[in-house]
């Protein structure tokens, strides 16, 4: 499956061009959606994982065999309720399947217990519960409701085993998915988002110098040591630049994936590197961590930190991509819903011949997003 083939319905779409380059911005700008695992993923990424139905990567690490394990000894049972419920799930996003949207503080607790969970084996003391009507539930519940199609959440916060349980669920119904698939004769190792390890490379090949050439700009802008830590999962694919019609996407060009396990992927980067040079054409931080433990600043208080974010940017653009000074640029409108929860300020810059996006953290001025096209 070739990720880029959906940019194509972009260009297909009759609308000006500068309404395709705002709708192109507000897909790279990580708009909200309802689904908590993709809420600060490129809207791209959200249609990939929809589309192969977000199946669960498992890393070869012994203790996270035990998640492997306990996979493959649901009882027939437990099997057969995961499977009525994958074979009925037809919504868009994950959090359509649930009474409710998860808080802030829960998405951080899930952020430390999926580490427990994946790396360490520790699972909940009870699987979360599959009931057939909403009448069976008891106040405080977590539970799936067969009737409703739906997974009902306290109204409170989960507590840590209700955590545990919905992280269960999904790593379920995520092996499940996969098991449909390859049921189906879909070749879920060769394809990157369904694989259980890293691309395999040679030292020496082009592929090779494309994840040192990453593995460095992560270290240089973020301070990540991927080398330092074996529970990384890095995908490495090569694109033909002719297939594409416009965006980032016109030069032959390298995409890599970093990310570790969990829910959405919590810790996570993709960067695209051209194939001639190895230059970045976009570096994103697509983990929802990130951003929920940025410092959050009111719209005033980010107001008056504008000058200090457009000259980091430019300092970047200068020093990782080459460029001087900008012909013009803009501010764009944040994504968050509440004007007192900025962490980021977006810009656009327009040079002679490219168009350039960057997204930059308030608290440290780090980049979050740097997109060429």
């Avoid at 879920?188 to 988002?193: A, I, L, Q, R």
């Avoid at 369904?194 to 240089?220: C, H, I, N, Q, V």
Wanted: hydrophobic fraction near 35%; charge should be negative; glycine fraction near 4%.
């Amino acid at each position: 499956m070739k990720k880029y083939e959906f940019k194509d319905l972009l260009s297909n779409i009759e609308i000006s061009e500068d309404e395709k380059q705002d709708l192109y911005e507000n897909c790279i700008n990580r708009k909200r959606t309802s689904d908590f695992t993709f809420r600060y993923s490129q809207l791209l990424l959200v249609l990939i994982a929809v589309t192969v139905f977000s199946v669960l990567s498992i890393g070869a690490a012994a203790a996270v065999m035990s998640v492997r394990e306990r996979m493959e000894n649901m009882s027939e049972e437990e099997y057969g309720d995961y499977a009525y419920e994958v074979e009925n799930d037809t919504f868009i996003s994950v959090d359509e399947g649930f009474s409710r949207e998860l808080t802030d503080n829960e998405i951080l607790r899930i952020i430390e217990l999926e580490r427990s969970y994946y790396d360490d084996g520790v699972f909940p003391a009870a699987p979360l519960p599959h009931l057939q009507t909403k009448a069976e539930l008891q106040d405080g519940m977590l539970a799936y409701v067969a009737a409703d199609n739906l997974v009902y959440m306290p109204e409170g916060d989960m507590d840590d085993e209700q955590i545990l349980q919905y992280i269960d669920h999904d790593a379920k119904k995520r092996y499940i998915n996969r098991q449909s698939l390859i049921e189906e004769g879909y070749d879920t190792e060769s394809s990157p988002y369904l694989t259980s390890d890293s691309t395999p490379l040679t030292a020496g090949s082009r592929e090779y110098e494309a994840r040192e050439a990453a593995e460095k700009y992560l270290m240089d802008m973020y301070g990540v040591d991927i080398k330092a830590d074996d529970k990384w999962i890095v995908l490495v694919e090569f694109f033909e630049g002719e297939h594409y019609e416009e965006g980032p996407d016109t030069e032959d060009l390298y995409q890599l994936d970093f990310y570790k396990n969990g829910t959405g992927y919590a810790t996570a980067y993709q960067l695209r590197l051209r194939a001639d040079d190895l230059e970045p054409l976009l570096i994103s931080v697509v983990g929802y961590e990130q951003e929920l433990r940025a410092k959050k600043y009111t719209a005033e208080e980010a107001e008056a930190l504008k000058e200090s974010a457009y000259e980091s940017a430019v300092r970047f653009l200068k020093d990782t991509a080459g460029l001087g000074e900008p012909d013009d640029f803009r501010f764009e409108d944040g994504y968050e819903e509440d004007p007192s929860q900025i962490s980021a300020l977006s810009l656009s810059f327009k040079y002679s011949d490219k168009h350039v996006f960057v997204r930059i953290r308030l608290e440290d001025k780090k980049v979050m997003d740097f997109v060429v096209h």
